[in-house]
C-alpha cells in the first residue's frame, strides 16, 4: 500500500501557475480565475488544504530528474559503473549547460511548493500541534530540496518565500557556506516536529529519522563532525531503524518502506501509454508515478528489457569482478533450494529460464558482454508486468537507508578519532553482505576499506557519487578504476544556460563559461 501517492491534484494546478522558472508563455500565466475556481484565496481553510499543499510537494518528486531514472543514471554514468544505451547521454555531456537533464529547475519546483505552506501557515483553522507538524514536513521537503540543489552546484540562490517566475529570475546565488546553513536550519526544525513514525495510512511520509539523517549529512558537509555525530546519535536512540537480514530483502516493491529505509520516493506501476513527468498523465496517461526502467538488461523474452528500446544499461565489468569472494550482494545463491538473485545478475546467470544478450552496443560502438544490476528493474526483485505498455515499475526509489547512515557514521567516528567506532559500523554492513569483519587498522587504512565498502553497498543508488565529490576522491577513482579523467571543475555542475539567460544575477560556476 502507498498512500501517499493519494494526491490532490487541484492544489498541484493552483501553484504551477506562478512556477519559478517557468518558460511558459506570458499569456498563460495572465490567465484570470473563473466563478467558482480554486485560488489562493480560497485555499488555505483547513488542515486539508494543508495536507494537500505537502502532497504536492512530495509529488515534485515523482519526476524523472528529482526522483526518477535519470537521479540514479546520470550519477552512475560519470562514475563509469553504468555503461549507457543511446538513450543516454556519456561522461563528458553531464558537464554540459546545455544539458537536458536538468536537476536545478526540478529541485526548485520542489522549493516552491514547499514555500507555499510555509508562507500560509498563519491562516486556516489549524491547532498549534497541527502548525508545528505542517511546519515541519514542508521544511523537511524544502532542506531536502536545497541538500540536493548545493551538493551538486554549490551556492545557490535561497528562495524562502513564494515568488512570480519574474521576481525569482532576479535572485543571486548565497555562498556555500550559506546555502548549507539553510539547509541545516530546514532540517533542524523539521527533525523537531516530525513524528519519529507514520501509520499505516500515511506510510512514505519523512519522518524524525529521515530530517536526521539529512541533517548528519549536512554537517559533514559542513565538516562539523561533533553535530554530526550528535544527529547521528539521536537517529539511533529512535529504534525504528535496522539492517534488512539479507541484502536480496532490500530492494523489493513487495518489502517497500522496511526497516532499513529512512526515506524514499513512492512509485506506482505505469501501464498507460505517454510519459508524465509529474503525474498529471500524457498521451493518454493518468496519474502515473513510475520509475522507469532504464536500469534492465537486454536479452531475450519478456523478463529482459521489458521498456523495449529504453532497457540495456549495464553494468561496468571492473565493478561487476571487484566484489570479494561470497560477497551476498554480487552472487546469486542457494538457500532453502531456491536461487537468490541479490543485486548483480551475471551475463550467463539465468532468470526464469531466460539469460541475457550475449553482447550490447554501446553509444562508442563497442561490444561488451557484461552484468546487470537488479535494484531497480522489473526482474529478480518484481513480478512480471501482466501486459500493457510497460514504461516503468513501481518499485519505490530509496534515497537514504540504513546501512549507508552506518557507513555515514562509521566515517564520522574515524574523523573523531574513533577508528574502533567506525569499523564496528562498517563491519555491521560487511556481516550482512556475508563478508568477514575487517581488522582495527590506522586512518589511512580505514579510509581505503570505507570507500571500498560504500561502493559495493550504495553502487547504482543515487549517494555514491555525491560521497566521493564530497571527499573530493573522484580525480583518484575514475583514474584508479577506469583509467578515465575527471576535471577538478567538474565537481561543482554547471548552471543550466537556459537558467542564466533568465536569470542575469546568476554566475556560472567556474570552468564552464
Known sequence: MKPIKLLTTSFAMMIVLPLVFSACDKSFLDIQPQDGSLTTQSFWKNKQDFDASIMATYRAMNNTNAGGDNWITTPNAILNEMLPNAGFVELQNQFQTSSRFSWWSSF????????????????????????????????????FAYFNLVRGFGGVPLILIPKSASDAREDPRATEQASWEQVVADLKEAADGLPATWDAANGGRATKGAALAYLANSYMYLKDWTKAAESFTALQALNVYDLVPTPREVFSEKNENNKESVFEIQFTQGYENG????????????????LALQSAPGGIGGQFAPG????????????????EAGD???????????????????????????VMASAYTLPTGTVSTNACCTKYWLGPNSPTI???????????????????????????????????????????????????????????TF?????????????????????????????????????????????YWPIPQSEIDQNKALVQNPGYN
Open 108 to 143: 526548485y519546483l520542489m522549493v516552491h511548493r514547499a514555500n507555499q505552506p510555509i508562507a500560509n501557515i498563519t491562516k486556516g483553522t489549524l491547532t498549534d500541534a497541527e502548525r508545528k507538524a505542517v511546519l515541519a514536513e514542508a521544511k523537511f521537503l524544502r532542506g
Open 386 to 444: 501482466p501486459g500493457g505498455s510497460d514504461l516503468g515499475g513501481g518499485q519505490n526509489l530509496i534515497q537514504m537507508r540504513f546501512a549507508e547512515v552506518l557507513l555515514n557514521l562509521a566515517e564520522v567516528n574515524a574523523e573523531q578519532g574513533n577508528l574502533a567506532g567506525a569499523y564496528t559500523q562498517l563491519n555491521k554492513v560487511r556481516t550482512r553482505a556475508g563478508l568477514a569483519v575487517k581488522p582495527l587498522a590506522d586512518k589511512t
Open 447 to 491: 579510509e581505503r576499506d570505507l570507500l571500498n565498502e560504500r561502493r559495493h553497498e550504495l553502487f547504482w543508488e543515487p549517494n555514491l557519487y555525491f560521497h566521493l565529490a564530497r571527499k573530493k576522491q573522484l580525480v583518484a577513482y575514475l583514474k584508479d578504476n577506469y583509467n578515465k579523467t575527471f576535471q577538478d571543475f567538474w565537481y
Open 275 to 290: 510519459w508524465s513527468t509529474d503525474g498529471t498523465g500524457g498521451g493518454g496517461a493518468s496519474n502515473v508515478h513510475f
Open 328 to 354: 551476498r550482494r554480487r552472487f546469486a545463491f542457494t538457500q532453502g533450494g531456491v536461487t537468490i538473485y541479490p543485486w548483480i545478475l551475471g551475463a550467463t546467470e539465468s532468470y526464469k529460464g531466460e
Open 308 to 323: 523495449g528500446g529504453w532497457g540495456g544499461s549495464i553494468l561496468a565489468t571492473q565493478l561487476a569482478q571487484s566484489f
